[in-house]
């Protein structure tokens, strides 16, 4: 069961900074790209490791929390779970500028009644990060990026691979650790037009991230999904921005590769859905760092299809590991430099009417002093290894910015 109340929120106190007070795990936060909602999900009452599983026990307006990792339980990485979701013991939620705190009961409510009693009422605002980079490596490095690109490339042209998304990890040691709501925190006031998120299970550690990209939004029977993938810079000012984005829209590499995960994506809800309409010409978004080509996608669907086998179906989806799915997944595990986690795998909610998840890019994995910040670049017939390095750099540059002592960005808003 679960009980929600409305609440006065106070002046000059955002989510982020009670969410940084509380000293009750799991912790999980959202922030919607349209900015309309915003949640703080603590405590557990039930934990799942199977989507299913947790969407069947849903009642009426509770939501489950977490994702799907990329590869979790693989021989590559035995120590990260496939999936993670939650029912929260206490949520506070804001739809538009209206607050309210929800709790979701159990049979023992003891547990609950423990919970609550940690929550602080005493917040401080939470600073930007204030620390220095002392300490800073890629894996793979430059030379091996190029190797692997060179290796991907001959496999595309030799065998049935038609795109391989490549990834690379950048690993930061700060002078003083860095909470994960200062990264949030940060990232929100110059990263517009994304998700944010955060999964923590203790701490000293957490996955965050501010993603562009929708895996998919289900209500009732309608979905919406959407193909991101083709990238470029920003440009110096507007007139560069729509050289790059004109450049963008015509160039048959990247329209190539957005023409790629549409194809895909079609496939996987064509068996599920009466009708599905993509449309006809990407369009151009553009974030602080970097622009994409984008093109939305709806579909209805033709059955009562749980919002589960919806989230299995789609993910991973072509932007994220390649075509096809299972042998670039399989070339990924095979030649990859390290193994990803919870990166590029899926972050959101299964709620009994709607689910709603975001792919998990331009993401950070925290552990105290030490950041590891994740990125990647799709690789198809004409992909230059030193242009896919220096898009990699920009699409890091989305966290690891916020970390340098520069006048960059949480003062510098850019659309």
């Not at 030379?143 to 991907?152: G, M, P, R, S, V």
């Amino acid at each position: 069961m679960r009980l929600e109340t409305p609440i006065d929120w106070p002046q000059g106190i955002d989510a982020l900074d009670w969410l940084a007070s509380q000293a009750v795990f799991p912790k999980f936060y959202w922030h919607h790209r349209n900015g309309r909602e915003e949640v703080v999900a603590l405590g557990q009452v039930t934990t799942y490791t199977d989507p299913a599983a947790a969407e069947e026990t849903l009642a009426d307006g509770q939501r489950v929390w977490g994702g799907l990792s990329f590869d979790g339980n693989t021989g590559r990485n035995r120590r990260c779970m496939p999936s993670l979701f939650f029912l929260p013991q206490i949520e506070l939620v804001r739809q538009d500028g209206f607050w309210h705190l929800a709790v979701n009961f159990s049979s023992d409510n003891k547990r609950l009644l423990a919970a609550l009693a940690k929550l602080k009422l005493d917040v401080s605002p939470v600073t930007f990060p204030d620390s220095d980079i002392v300490e800073e490596h890629t894996l793979p490095t430059q030379a091996e990026w190029h190797a692997q690109i060179d290796q991907a490339l001959n496999a595309i042209a030799t065998t049935e691979l038609e795109k391989v998304v490549l990834a690379r990890r950048t690993t930061v040691k700060m002078a003083s650790a860095v909470s994960a709501e200062q990264l949030l925190k940060a990232s929100s006031a110059v990263n517009p037009r994304s998700f944010h998120f955060m999964m923590s299970m203790s701490p000293s550690h957490a996955f965050v991230g501010s993603t562009p990209e929708r895996l998919f939004r289900c209500r009732n029977a309608d979905i919406e999904t959407e193909a991101l993938a083709g990238t470029t810079g920003r440009g110096i000012d507007r007139q560069q921005d729509e050289e790059l984005a004109n450049w963008l829209l015509s160039d048959s590499k990247n329209r190539y590769e957005n023409q790629l995960v549409v194809d895909d994506i079609e496939a996987r809800l064509q068996p599920y859905v009466d009708s599905l309409h993509t449309v006809p010409e990407p369009e151009v978004i553009q974030l602080r760092q970097v622009q994409h080509l984008r093109r939305p996608i709806k579909a209805t669907l033709s059955g009562a299809m749980k919002h589960a086998s919806i989230l299995s179906s789609l993910q991973p989806t072509a932007a994220v590991a390649g075509l096809p799915r299972a042998a670039a997944y399989q070339y990924l595990l095979d030649n990859e430099a390290f193994a990803r986690g919870w990166y590029s795998g899926s972050v959101g909610y299964i709620g009994e009417h709607q689910s709603e998840f975001c792919v998990a890019l331009r993401s950070a994995l925290i552990a105290n002093d030490t950041i590891h910040l994740f990125a990647g670049a799709g690789i198809v017939p004409g992909s230059d290894p030193e242009a896919e390095w220096q898009e990699i750099n920009r699409k890091t540059a989305t966290l690891k910015s916020l970390l340098e002592r520069t006048p960059s960005c949480p003062q510098q808003q850019r659309a």
